[in-house]
């Protein structure tokens, strides 16, 4: 990596012209990945530059006398956040075993004409491959898989556990999940399975081993996507199964009820427990008025919902490990219908993140790119799927490669002509002729054909996500009939107004989960932090004693990790924020100014900001850190990508990249 501090060079024509200057070192640009703005009076080169003997030699003889040559060996190569991809493929949903044989060699045809490398199917045929408890039928499955590998395409292979056949259903009844309101579901649409009931998690160990003993070790089955969207359309289940299984996760917690009631002091309306099993699941009260249960007992219950969802996940990956030793993934899906799964826990195991993105706002794909890449082994993450309708598809693929994605998988090759997904959401229209972006994607394949030295600088940006303060704010919307969306208040801001602020000035972020190793960043951001940490705080603490910067809400600390609100502040306030009274600073509606609090603490400093504070004060507050004027420890000016109002492309800008060295 090059980087040039000589004041001189703010006018060089590199920093002025995004690729003309650039040619100076490297006429055929194989060796660089340049970003450039250009805010008046301070030109800044952003550089990410593959190194190489080679392209030093070029360096050192046409910029060494405007250059610290000593540079180019004592600053190290980048230890990018980033994965360093020298290229995102294509991949694409097909579904074989929906369709003829008769028409498979056109469809593979055309898969292959389209640059797809790779097809994903297999997640939504349970049925299909076991048509009985003891019956497995495979010879679709064996056919598809063998015709793809005739064309030199690649098979990401899905367990089907999402969807439970139906004499499983009529043979154990209880694996249907159970409503808020009391009642079963019924067979008929699909994630209809709980999964604590002991029927289907059995059903389900014999249908994913039975594929992966067959397809583990098979030359064209490259990759595995264990099931499809968990914790979608059924988020939770309040079955007797659940039931059981709750009370147990509350023994673990709490050790003794006596510490339960304590903790969630019961006497609040008469609700002290006796035993273990007078604890309730939080089923919808029935009431003329909207009602809820007690605050503390809906947290643990959605990180027992959570952690049931995962430990389903994990028991798939432990059964799959045995037989393949080729990349497992998940394929999970966006906040935009609710967080309700700790997707960091999720992914803790398996050997990739995917994600299922439907967006046409730049910064809502960059968030969810960078929030899977942040959560994948190995700094890279796959998008499972995405629309292939997007008028700025191509765009969206630059967009996704640039924020660290391997693979890209469309959904869906050809429209499906009946059932509950039928649409025309697809690269084919139902007659099978290509719609335009088939050949909007073909030719961006083809560009892309060619590996591309390229590594992206490490993320300046740690954004820290919470979800023990997001499901907070959801259980505080009292109202259960507002559509999910609305009642998804901390995802919602955090991706709409603080990622989108940081994305459009141009700052690679990351997302964390655990606040380690937050001295390699040079702002931190806890938006939104409602629910208090011990061990976060301790980091954030640490971080800016250091000489770190870091920016919180006013909502900050003020509750405990049992959803009830503390009576006076943390050891944070007085430390990091100056603030000498016992209680919390006035965040009321009234307050004069978003921003409520500036302290300096040790070498560093902390932003308090109104817990509502809106997208305009995040930029302004943004600019001011990463401005020449601001502190010393700023290193860059603000770059800012194009997108209107609403979130979406300008029409004037493509989309947008950023290479976020420190120059």
Request: glycine share 6%; proline share 6%.
């Amino acid at each position: 990596m090059l980087k040039i501090e000589k004041p001189e060079l703010k006018y060089h024509p590199a920093a002025i012209h995004l690729w003309e200057g650039l040619r100076i070192i490297d006429p055929f640009l194989r060796n660089v990945r340049l970003e450039i703005t250009h805010p008046l009076g301070n030109a800044l080169l952003r550089s990410a530059l593959s190194r190489s003997d080679k392209w030093q030699e070029k360096a050192v003889s046409k910029l060494g006398n405007e250059v610290d040559i000593s540079l180019l060996t004592s600053v190290p190569q980048s230890t990018s956040t980033h994965y360093p991809q020298r290229i995102m493929q294509l991949g694409i949903s097909y579904y074989p075993e929906y369709y003829p044989p008769s028409l498979w060699d056109r469809h593979f045809q055309i898969v292959a004409e389209g640059g797809f490398k790779r097809v994903r199917f297999g997640e939504s045929s349970w049925a299909s491959f076991q048509p009985a408890n003891n019956e497995f039928r495979w010879e679709v499955l064996d056919s598809a898989i063998e015709k793809a590998a005739s064309f030199g395409i690649e098979v990401v292979l899905g367990t089907p556990t999402y969807v439970p056949p139906l004499w499983l259903v009529q043979e154990h009844p209880d694996v249907l999940p159970v409503g808020s309101d009391g009642r079963r579901t019924v067979f008929g649409a699909r994630q209809h399975r709980c999964f604590n009931a002991p029927a289907y998690v059995e059903a389900a160990d014999r249908i994913v081993g039975a594929m992966v003993q067959r397809y583990g070790r098979h030359p064209n089955v490259v990759a595995w996507q264990i099931d499809n969207e968990l914790g979608g359309e059924q988020k939770r289940c309040y079955c007797e199964h659940c039931l059981g299984q709750f009370q147990q996760f509350l023994q673990t917690r709490y050790g003794t009820i006596e510490e339960l009631n304590r903790r969630w002091n019961t006497a609040f309306w008469g609700q002290r427990y006796a035993r273990w099993e007078d604890v309730p699941v939080p089923l919808k009260v029935n009431a003329d008025l909207p009602m809820r249960h007690h605050p503390s007992l809906e947290l643990d219950f959605q990180r027992f919902s959570s952690d049931s969802i995962v430990r389903f996940c994990d028991r798939q990956f432990d059964i799959m490990r045995e037989h393949t030793d080729r990349p497992i993934t998940h394929n999970t899906d966006t906040f935009y219908w609710g967080d309700n799964v700790n997707v960091h826990h999720l992914f803790k195991k398996l050997d990739v993140a995917g994600m299922d993105v439907y967006s046409d706002r730049p910064f809502e794909i960059a968030f969810y790119s960078d929030l899977t890449r942040s959560v994948s082994k190995g700094e890279r993450f796959w998008m499972m799927e995405y629309s292939t309708l997007s008028p700025r598809l191509t765009q969206e693929l630059d967009l996704a490669a640039d924020h660290g994605c391997e693979w890209f998988y469309l959904f869906k090759m050809l429209p499906f002509t009946c059932g509950q997904e039928m649409d025309r959401n697809a690269l084919l229209k139902l007659s099978g002729t290509p719609q335009p972006n088939y050949h909007k994607v073909r030719a961006w394949a083809a560009e892309h054909a060619m590996p591309k030295a390229a590594c992206q600088a490490p993320s300046r940006v740690a954004l820290l996500y919470d979800f023990d303060s997001s499901w907070a704010y959801w259980i505080d919307q009292w109202r259960g009939d507002l559509p999910i969306p609305e009642r998804q208040v901390y995802p919602k801001y955090i991706v709409e107004t603080v990622y989108r602020a940081l994305f459009e000035a141009g700052l690679g972020v990351d997302i964390v989960f655990d606040p380690v190793n937050l001295e390699r960043y040079d702002l931190v951001v806890a938006a939104r932090q409602l629910v208090h940490k011990p061990a976060i705080e301790k980091a954030l603490a640490q971080y800016v004693h250091q000489g770190g910067r870091l920016i919180v809400t006013s909502d900050l600390f003020r509750r405990n990790e049992d959803n009830a609100w503390l009576e006076r502040v943390t050891p944070t306030y007085p430390t990091l924020l100056g603030w000498t009274g016992v209680d919390f600073p006035d965040d009321s509606a009234e307050a004069d100014s978003w921003q409520i609090l500036t302290h300096h603490h040790g070498k560093g400093k902390t932003i308090m900001l109104h817990r509502e504070a809106q997208i305009d004060a995040w930029q302004q507050i943004l600019q001011d850190c990463f401005s020449a004027s601001g502190p010393a420890t700023s290193q860059g000016n603000v770059l800012r990508h194009s997108s209107n109002e609403n979130g979406v492309y300008d029409q004037r800008g493509g989309a947008p990249r950023a290479t976020h060295a420190t120059v």
